[in-house]
């Protein structure tokens, strides 16, 4: 029974966080009351979650086709952050939102990433090497090219940054890999439950934030909609078709695709609260892109999958 239940909500993610989003907006009231500060914690369990799922072993992909991550790695940290820049250059976003959407655009990959590759029939020991990969730089990467893009626009704390990305990510993921060597037995037990936990609390971030932006969200949130839709698509486009340059076959060009697209919108919330608090709307493009790219993810998944 629990099992079951477990596979409805994982199955029918997109629509819940659809819902759940839809409900923080109209009635923001209800869940304001919780503090933003329970991101940071809700995270942190998502990647002990995802630290569960990882053994040593997916590593090895790192050394048995290091050209395969490295390439789509690089693509994860040129092609969002530079998509991110351009866009909010082209829609002439104000500074705040502007800021949430480079945050966005400068994170690894989406925590969901793996899921939908493996959806849409695409290498899914590549996805999982890239994740992997693409956060164990992001303390590095991600406040670097947080302060090159946005450190003309408002003091950007790099150092603190790293030490946010360590705490929220590194760390919760190093005790999920601890965990997965040291207890076998009640990991296996955990795992199939893991997707509808990391879905409930993708849920959790998504109404604490929508629930505290709503009223800067309806009155400006159209444009950034559009921003960060067009962010998520032309990752997926602009992904595959580095693939297909590069003659990979096709599961790889789903991987990168996928990869290159979904970006790990929670740590951009969280950093957006941690580090930029004067700057409200600086939260708001992670919550937006929390939503879409689940449901994007979801269709996208359907796409290469017909075609496989």
Not at 74 to 87: D, E, G, R, S
Not at 185 to 200: D, R, V
Not at 257 to 276: K, P, R, T, Y
Request: some cysteine; aromatic content about 8%.
């Amino acid at each position: 029974m629990m099992k079951n239940v477990c596979n409805f909500i994982s199955r029918w993610m997109a629509l819940q966080v659809l819902l759940v989003a839809g409900l923080a907006l109209w009635m923001p009231e209800a869940f304001s009351a919780i503090d933003t500060w329970y991101i940071n914690p809700i995270l942190g369990l998502i990647m002990f979650g995802m630290g569960l799922t990882l053994s040593l072993d997916d590593f090895r992909i790192v050394f048995s086709h290091p050209k395969d991550v490295l390439t789509g790695c690089l693509a994860q940290f040129t092609v969002m952050p530079l998509l991110a820049w351009l866009l909010v250059k082209a829609f002439a976003l104000p500074d705040e939102p502007a800021l949430g959407v480079m945050l966005v655009g400068c994170c690894p990959g989406g925590t969901s990433s793996n899921v939908i590759t493996y959806l849409a029939k695409g290498d899914l020991a590549l996805s999982v090497g890239m994740t992997a990969t693409s956060t164990v730089l992001a303390p590095l990467l991600t406040p670097l090219l947080v302060w090159l893009l946005a450190g003309t626009m408002v003091d950007v704390d790099a150092v603190g940054m790293l030490l946010s990305i360590l705490y929220v990510v590194i760390a919760p993921i190093a005790g999920g890999l601890i965990c997965q060597k040291y207890l076998p037995k009640l990991t296996s037990k955990l795992i199939p439950y893991l997707p509808a936990f990391s879905t409930l609390m993708i849920m959790a971030v998504v109404v604490i934030v929508v629930s505290h932006t709503a009223a800067c969200l309806l009155s400006a949130g159209l444009l950034i909609v559009l921003v960060v839709m067009l962010h998520n698509l032309l990752g997926y486009t602009i992904g595959y078709l580095i693939g297909k340059l590069l003659r990979l076959p096709k599961p790889k060009r789903v991987a990168i695709s996928v990869e290159v697209g979904m970006q790990n919108s929670g740590l951009a919330s969280s950093l957006a609260v941690l580090h930029f608090a004067a700057y409200p709307l600086a939260t708001i493009p992670g919550a937006i892109f929390s939503v879409w790219h689940n449901i994007s993810g979801a269709l996208i998944a359907k796409w290469y999958g017909r075609g496989a």
